[in-house]
Each structure stands twice: as C-alpha cells, then as structure tokens.
C-alpha cells in the first residue's frame, strides 16, 4: 500500500537553479515530515523535517512547504550545486516512518 | 557524540541461511527502529524497538526478528534467506524525548542473497 508518493522520478537542474521535489500522502494522521538526502552507498541523511501545524519551513537553501489541506509538501533547494546530486526521500511518520519512492537530482555544471 | 553504527558493511549469503545484522545506536538514544532498502527504492520499515521491546512492526514475515540490549544496541537476525532479501538494511536510532521522531540512521548493511 503506497501511502507516500513523490515525484519526479529524477530531476536534472543547472547549477544555480532550483530543485524542486513534491510529495503527496494519504493518511491524515501522519504528523511528521522529513525528507532525506542519501548518496550512493550511504544511508539516508536528515535534511529537514516540518510538522503539519506549520506551512513552510526554510533552513539555508532548503524549504519546505506544506499544504494540508491538499495533502502536498515539497522541498526546494534554492542555488542548487553539483553537489546536492543525490537521492531524496521524502517520508512521513506516525510511530513509524513511511518513505516515498525517492528522486534521483542531477545537478549539472 | 558518536552517530549511528552498524557492522558488517557487507555480507554474501546463499538462500536457507540465517544472518545477523548488527547496529549501535547514537549516544543518548533509546529507540532502535530497522528498515529494509530494495535497489532503487526507499527504506520499508522492518520494525522498531525501545526499552528491549518489540514496539511496532511493518509487514514483513515472522523470519525477521530482532533484539535490543541494555545499552540500546540493536540486532536484526533473518531465518531461511531468500534472493528477495538481498538489500541494504538500515538502522536508525532516535529518543523518547522531545525529538522522538527525529531518527538518524547508519550505514546500513549491504546483504546479498545468492
């Protein structure tokens, strides 16, 4: 049972452009929300989260923004540079966490 | 502060063995939760533990079973392997406290089941 969709698939930006990556999730209990950046052979790394009370969050060049009414969030990273070129996760959590299919994000020179 | 742990990095199995999977958590942390990624996909979670208790389990079969210690250091153990389990196996450790869905992960163990 798929409860976390994201997309794109993959992404390519051009250094200095914006990424952007949306998710949408079915079950109205999730109360948290982080998304995870993991490079080839690493585990997930914890790049910014945001709770459902809150529409939009910003950390550096890292935002999320949050609907919820839509049962949307995104992440956008502002000047994106070769080496934000990764795999993220989106994942939403209650007690336990339930991932999205991941984007591959190519961030070209 | 030491993060997340897990050993081996690697393993080869074949089909009907039994493997076990080690991970130590951050320093502070009481919760142990084990998490399965398939090639191209994200993490499923396995099943969670905290206190040395079984605290919640996704929908895999009863050959995945796992072990918390006193120091909160953490074991998935798989029964009778099967070429569906080869995958890296994440752990990740998070408190009880205020940032209790805050999880960090490991490494993960790359398991091949041959």
């Known amino acids: 049972q798929q409860q976390v969709k994201q997309s794109p698939q993959s992404l390519i930006v051009q250094k200095g452009g914006i990424s952007i990556i949306n998710c949408a999730y079915e079950?109205?209990?999730?109360?948290?929300f982080p998304w995870y950046q993991q490079f080839p052979g690493k585990g997930p790394a914890l790049l910014i989260a945001?709770?459902?009370?809150?529409s939009e969050k910003k950390e550096g060049r890292f935002t999320i923004s949050f609907n919820k009414s839509a049962k949307q969030f995104s992440l956008h990273i502002m000047d994106s540079q070769p080496g934000d070129s990764a795999t993220y996760f989106c994942?939403?959590?209650?007690?336990?966490?339930?991932f999205g299919q991941g984007t591959e994000l190519s961030v070209k020179p | 502060e030491t993060g997340v742990t897990q050993s081996p990095t690697h393993l080869i199995k074949t089909r009907g063995q039994q493997v076990t999977l080690r991970c130590s958590s951050q320093s502070g942390h009481n919760t142990v939760s084990w998490y399965q990624q398939a090639l191209g996909q994200g993490p499923q979670f396995i099943f969670q533990?905290?206190?040395?208790?079984?605290?919640g389990r996704g929908n895999f079969p009863p050959r995945f079973s796992g072990l918390q210690f006193p120091n909160y250091s953490s074991e998935l153990n798989v029964n009778a392997l099967e070429l569906d389990d080869s995958a890296l196996y994440l752990c990740?450790?998070?408190?009880?406290?205020?940032?209790?869905?805050?999880?960090?992960f490991g490494p993960g163990t790359r398991l091949t089941v041959l």
């Open positions: 533990y905290y206190r040395e208790e079984e605290n």
């Open positions: 945001i709770r459902p009370d809150v």
């Open positions: 079950n109205t209990a999730f109360d948290y």
């Open positions: 994942a939403a959590m209650r007690g336990k966490l339930i």
């Open positions: 990740a450790s998070s408190s009880s406290g205020g940032m209790k869905d805050t999880q960090y």
